[in-house]
């Protein structure tokens, strides 16, 4: 029994998860979001961090995902994009005021 408990351990520790997925980085400072626009490739994660005082969001144009207000007690918001693709967002409080930013997901 214990040789097949470590078996297991082993086998399922060696197996490629999230914590050895690609995580890019978008910064919220101000109102914007810094880069404006990023590169990442399918299953590849975006991570935007709010560094400003103010509250924002990050919500997709096309709706595939939003995230909560991002200020006081969450700051941060991932997403894992799993295809190739555009994906433009934007602040929903500041979007006329021009925060906005794009997700180009490549094939490598």
């Not at 961090?49 to 509250?55: A, D, F, P, T, V």
């Not at 595939?64 to 602040?91: H, I, P």
Request: hydrophobic share 45%; proline share 5%; glycine share 8%.
């Amino acid at each position: 029994m214990k040789i097949l408990l470590c078996f297991l351990y082993f086998f399922f520790a060696s197996m490629p998860g999230k914590e050895n997925a690609t995580v890019h980085t978008v910064k919220i400072e101000g109102m914007r979001f810094i880069p404006e626009t990023i590169q990442v490739k399918p299953g590849e994660t975006v991570r935007w961090i709010n560094e400003s005082k103010g509250l924002h969001n990050v919500i997709a144009a096309d709706g595939s995902f939003a995230s909560a207000m991002l200020g006081d007690k969450t700051r941060v918001f991932e997403f894992t994009f799993s295809k190739a693709g555009t994906w433009n967002y934007f602040c929903r409080p500041h979007r006329l005021m021009g925060m906005k930013g794009k997700v180009l997901v490549v094939d490598p």
